[in-house]
């Protein structure tokens, strides 16, 4: 189930140095997923994952997440926020000194939700977390099968399980210079729909999109982004922007016709530097990624 992410995270782990620590990450967690198979049950899924899962999250973490991520969980996990439920202690990978969230660096932790269950129930609620409680919930809950709310928009919204798209993109089309059609990868449940080329995910303005396409880097080490096409020494060629004017979202835009290895969810880690060059222009994304950004 999850091989193309394997091959896909460890391809782009070696030719992307800046996200080589989100990818190591990333296929740490593969092994955690991969680990539970089919065995979530049709009853009792966000316990059983409670139980089983985010404690597997929590030591792939600390073991291979990028340093402040890591010391995140650390905290949270040394405070009781995220205390797993076999009540056994920490983790094994987390046995060791513990920062303390009055400790240099620690910043805030959310609310105390008292055990992992709360903390998942919290997130498919759609409650406000602090961004480590927010990538453990969707880390574990990456596993299990999620139903839709009635009463979500229709079309902007995943027709699976009502959740926010995470990413757009386009298919490989028969004619090399027009893109294939739009889809849309929900950041809950991984669920893919197609959706207007035209149309904003977010607020559904239409004929406000603007392209923010990678321009040639001119001897420098770091990309430039700007309005237009991708140039043909671009670091991310595959890769753009799409924004709306009118609410000032936007998403990342994953082309297959550019690059027909890709795995739009897993390639959507790699573009920080695009996310960076979006966030000074006062864009927001409309739904964060697993990693936070």
């Not at 056994?88 to 513990?98: H, M, Q």
């Not at 009118?246 to 690059?259: F, K, Q, S, T």
Request: glycine fraction near 12%; charged fraction near 20%.
């Amino acid at each position: 189930m999850f091989a193309r992410d394997r091959a896909r995270a460890g391809a782009l782990r070696e030719r992307y140095p800046h996200a080589a620590e989100v990818f190591g990450l990333y296929l740490a967690l593969v092994e955690t997923w991969e680990s539970v198979g089919d065995r979530v049950p049709s009853d009792g899924a966000v316990e059983w994952a409670h139980v089983h899962v985010l404690p597997r999250v929590i030591e792939a973490t600390a073991a291979h997440g990028p340093p402040l991520l890591a010391a995140a969980v650390r905290i949270a996990v040394g405070n009781g926020l995220l205390a797993p439920a076999s009540g056994a202690g920490p983790p094994a990978a987390l046995n060791g000194p513990l920062r303390t969230a009055g400790d240099s660096g620690g910043g805030p932790l959310g609310t105390a939700r008292g055990s992992g269950g709360g903390l998942l129930d919290a997130w498919l609620a759609g409650e406000e977390l602090a961004p480590v409680e927010r990538y453990l919930a969707r880390a574990t809950m990456r596993v299990v099968p999620l139903s839709a709310p009635t009463g979500h928009e229709a079309g902007r919204r995943c027709p699976a399980c009502g959740g926010a798209p995470q990413l757009s993109y386009r298919t490989a089309g028969d004619d090399p210079l027009v893109s294939g059609r739009r889809m849309l990868h929900c950041a809950r449940c991984a669920h893919e729909w197609t959706f207007s080329a035209t149309t904003c995910p977010q607020c559904g303005e239409t004929g406000k999109r603007t392209v923010h396409a990678e321009a040639a880097p001119s001897g420098s080490e770091e990309p430039r982004v700007g309005r237009g096409t991708a140039a043909g020494d671009a670091l991310f060629p595959h890769l753009r922007a799409e924004s709306c004017e009118a609410c000032r979202g936007y998403l990342i835009d994953v082309d297959l016709g550019r690059d027909p290895h890709a795995v739009p969810h897993v390639d959507e880690l790699a573009a920080v530097p695009i996310d960076l060059h979006m966030a000074d222009h006062g864009y927001t994304k409309i739904t964060p990624n697993l990693m936070g950004f």
